[in-house]
């Protein structure tokens, strides 16, 4: 890849798990009212013939990893928090099937954290049949959950297996000593294995490792080493995706090392590059950004058959209209709304005993968001978009495409009559791509820098 292309185009970017991205969400539109309006308007409409799905916070953890930006909590009280959280939780989903018309039916659930598998097991067990009480639950379901290597044990693998899971995703990052030692988080291979052999044995139908390159201190033959030590277990999936370095970002841990500790532009492209083709010659294919598959492995047909869908769980085989997110700072989608939970604990606990529904803001989209978060959602799943219905035009669609013509110029993409492909040269450039549609941003450009680097 070319050096120059990387310094023109490695500017911050989102990631976009929605548009519009969080910092430009219109909280003065939004009210409660609002999204339950929208919320039972798109369950009304999609419930019986696609079903929803359930993101589940789970936001406890042992110890704090330095590379990690989700919203957690750093505690080893299980006894004083499994408990009540687990109570809190279902005590929100029992406020969501009340506004509800009727009985959901659940095709996706995914816990995600935090650490899902620092709660024992008997906890989520409470956690999930209390969730399926109240809920149907649709034939072709993926329930699925992240397991740390470290605290996943086989009782938690086999008892998530009989509720229902068949998909589990290991942290994995990095393989080297010292790269673990600088993100905090030490884990040995045969951690890594024991598990993914477990849940091989029990019976998963798809295993997935997440890595993670540009990493503090991590070099070329690290990344080699960690996708040689990842090819000799053959996830069916993998996440090989770039390291957000955000400091600036209020509890996120990322300050026990320096910036340039920090691999950029060039240099933390070339190991991606690598370790991308390494993936690509063990039978990886490519799928959505920064994913890859094996072909056996139910997301390849599922991009092969144009049915990759993106949202705030990241890429999932297919598309429900709704999703729930319950959990402290959990994000909502409706389609027609975003809605997030309240982020503090404490504030999430009072709203619950208060018999509220802990949404604390949110976004209701324009008739132009809804076209551009199609545009987006389109080539982030499938790297192409259409406007070959009239409907999927906007006003500024003409600047949209006069902006792009620079990266059809440098052979990034293909602009036709009515339509954008992605070139195979483009796919690591997605991210600015998607950027010529963001009209929310372009309209309020941010005057310091809120998002990581795209490159």
């Not at 519009?20 to 939004?30: A, K, L, R």
């Not at 998530?160 to 040995?188: C, E, N, T």
């Not at 993998?238 to 026990?256: D, E, M, T």
């Not at 027609?336 to 949404?359: C, G, H």
Request: glycine share 6%.
């Amino acid at each position: 890849m070319s050096n120059v292309l990387i310094q023109k185009y490695n500017v911050p970017g989102p990631r976009y798990t929605s548009y519009p991205t969080v910092p430009y969400w219109q909280d003065d539109t939004f009210s409660l009212d609002a999204w339950k309006q929208t919320l039972r308007q798109s369950f009304i409409e999609s419930n019986a013939t696609e079903g929803m799905s359930l993101y589940i916070h789970l936001p406890f953890c042992e110890s704090l990893c330095t590379f990690c930006g989700c919203h957690k909590k750093v505690t080893k009280r299980h006894a004083e928090v499994e408990a009540p959280y687990i109570a809190a939780v279902l005590k929100e989903w029992s406020l969501y099937c009340e506004l509800l018309p009727q009985k959901p039916m659940i095709r996706e659930i995914h816990l995600g954290g935090g650490t899902p598998t620092y709660f024992s097991v008997e906890h989520l067990q409470q956690l999930i049949r209390g969730i399926l009480a109240h809920a149907d639950v649709a034939d072709q379901h993926e329930f699925s959950f992240e397991g740390h290597p470290n605290s996943t044990s086989r009782e938690h693998l086999q008892a998530l297996y009989d509720l229902g899971f068949r998909r589990v995703s290991f942290g994995v990052q990095d393989y080297s000593l010292k790269v673990q030692k600088a993100i905090h988080r030490i884990q040995p291979f045969e951690n890594v294995a024991n598990v993914t052999h477990w849940a091989r044995e029990i019976g998963y139908d798809s295993i997935s490792h997440d890595l993670v390159f540009g990493l503090p201190f991590q070099e070329l033959d690290d990344v080699l080493f960690t996708i040689d030590q990842t090819n000799q277990l053959l996830p069916d999936r993998l996440a090989f995706y770039s390291y957000a370095h955000v400091p600036w970002i209020k509890g996120n841990g990322q300050r026990g090392f320096k910036d340039h500790d920090v691999p950029k532009d060039a240099m933390k492209r070339k190991l991606y590059e690598a370790g991308k083709q390494k993936l690509l010659d063990h039978g990886y294919v490519e799928i959505g950004m920064d994913h890859f598959a094996l072909k056996t492995d139910p997301m390849y047909q599922s991009f092969l058959q144009g049915q990759l869908h993106r949202n705030f769980m990241g890429y999932t085989a297919s598309k429900t209209q709704v999703m729930i997110g319950l959990g402290v700072s959990a994000i909502s989608d409706s389609w027609y709304s975003f809605a997030q939970n309240e982020k503090v604990l404490e504030d999430y606990y009072a709203r619950l005993e208060n018999n509220e529904i802990p949404v604390f803001r949110g976004h209701v989209l324009t008739t132009e968001d809804l076209k551009i978060r199609q545009h987006i959602l389109n080539l982030m799943c499938q790297f192409e978009t259409s406007w070959q219905d009239p409907k999927q035009s906007f006003k500024e669609l003409p600047q949209v495409l006069q902006q792009l013509e620079e990266m059809q110029q440098d052979q990034l993409l293909e602009i036709g009559d009515k339509s954008i492909r992605v070139k195979e040269q483009g796919k690591a450039f997605v991210r600015n791509i998607c950027m010529a549609f963001d009209l929310r941003m372009k309209r309020r450009v941010p005057n310091n820098q809120i998002f990581s680097m795209t490159i």
